[in-house]
């Protein structure tokens, strides 16, 4: 009788271990790199862990993130993807074009998934859009190709001005594709172009307060981390200084600038939640597309418009997907 009591007991431990071992497995672990600070990009994030979320993984109760910003000190951005791949981590997150360049560099067997505002095929992230191929993929939106056409569109609600200034950051190494694209846009359009350089809020205020004198009459912004950071203060500078000004976002609008033209780059890090998602899952990296968001939106700040003399046409109010007023 005993012998028999012994077995059952031995049979309904033998039942119960498995999923007592299966409940007691870390979770996963997701590494995020960004080149920039977690107070700049704290709404991308945000979109990042809902769609995580909607893929099943919610931060704290089923996974971990850890994350590690450069804080916009591009040449950290090696040795930060080094360590976090010796973290063993399950995935990686690699928030803008500069670390997913280095992380690229830091591993070839960790799967990587970016959020990037440029063309992942030409700046060597990936092979393909449809077959990355390897362990990376992700998703990216066009900013960096509407560069010239903020040009276009800024001479179009300015035809008078024949000197435009270009701003970029000249550690990204998508400044290399942003100014000659601008350049060449600027010459069909019989502009001059002046590219001014800034890679810290002090080479910022320089940048501003060397414009008149340079003889701009209005301002381009290209596709930087530091530049997304500071849209605000951006789009509330040129308007104190009467620069009509155009980025890519809604916020540097809302905040001053005259007029915003980019894609939504919210959209990526839905699709890089979701992806991770995925991978975590355990599909690769490799046989997931890349997301290619082709949606842009145009914004129009009618307010700031009129502090600074400007009519905005019938024609490019129509074409706008937002007019703040």
């Known amino acids: 009788m005993q012998r028999r009591k012994f077995i059952a007991v031995l049979s309904a431990a033998a039942m119960i271990w498995p999923f007592a071992a299966r409940g007691q497995q870390p979770m996963p672990i997701i590494g995020l790199l960004s080149s920039t600070s977690s107070r700049d990009y704290a709404p991308m994030i945000g979109a990042f862990r809902k ?9 704290g109760q089923n996974v971990k993130i850890e ?21 063993q981590v399950s995935v990686i997150v690699a928030v803008t074009t500069p670390a997913a360049l280095a992380l690229k560099l830091a591993t070839t067997t960790v799967p990587i998934v970016f ?5 992942p095929v030409r700046t ?4 393909s859009l449809s077959r990355p191929g ?20 800024m001479h179009e609600l ?9 701003l970029v950051n000249p550690t990204n190494p998508l400044a290399k594709s942003v100014v000659p694209a ?14 001014l350089y800034a890679r810290s809020d002090e080479e910022l205020d320089a940048v501003f307060a060397s414009l008149p004198g340079l003889g701009v009459g209005a301002l381009i912004v290209g596709t930087d981390q530091l530049f997304t950071s500071r849209a605000e203060k951006l ?3 040129s308007l104190r200084l009467a620069m009509p000004a155009i980025y890519q976002y809604r916020e540097f609008t809302a905040a001053g600038g005259v007029m915003s033209y980019g894609g939504s780059i919210i959209d990526s890090y839905h699709h890089a939640g979701l992806y991770v998602g995925r991978i975590l899952k355990g599909e690769k990296p490799g046989d997931l597309p890349v997301q290619l968001s082709t949606k842009v939106e145009l914004f129009f700040n009618l307010k700031s418009a009129k502090a600074l003399g400007l009519t905005v046409s019938p024609g490019l109010l129509a074409r706008a997907d937002e007019v703040i007023e």
Do not use: C
Not at 115 to 119: F, L, M, P, S
Not at 134 to 152: D, Q, S
Not at 188 to 194: C, I, T, W, Y
């Open 134 to 153: 390897g362990n990376l993929t992700g998703a990216a939106h066009i900013n960096v190709e509407t560069a010239p056409k903020r040009l276009e569109l």
């Open 124 to 127: 060597g992230l990936v092979d």
């Open 235 to 237: 789009g509330a500078t």
């Open 67 to 87: 994350y590690v910003w450069a804080d916009g000190q591009y040449e950290r951005l090696p040795a930060l993807a080094a360590d976090l791949v010796r973290r």
């Open 158 to 166: 300015m035809p008078n001005v024949k000197i435009a200034g270009l």
């Open 51 to 59: 769609s995580l979320g909607e893929a099943g993984f919610v931060e």
């Open 115 to 119: 959020a990037i505002g440029g063309d």
């Open 182 to 195: 601008v350049q060449a846009a600027a010459g069909s359009l019989g502009l001059e172009l002046q590219v």
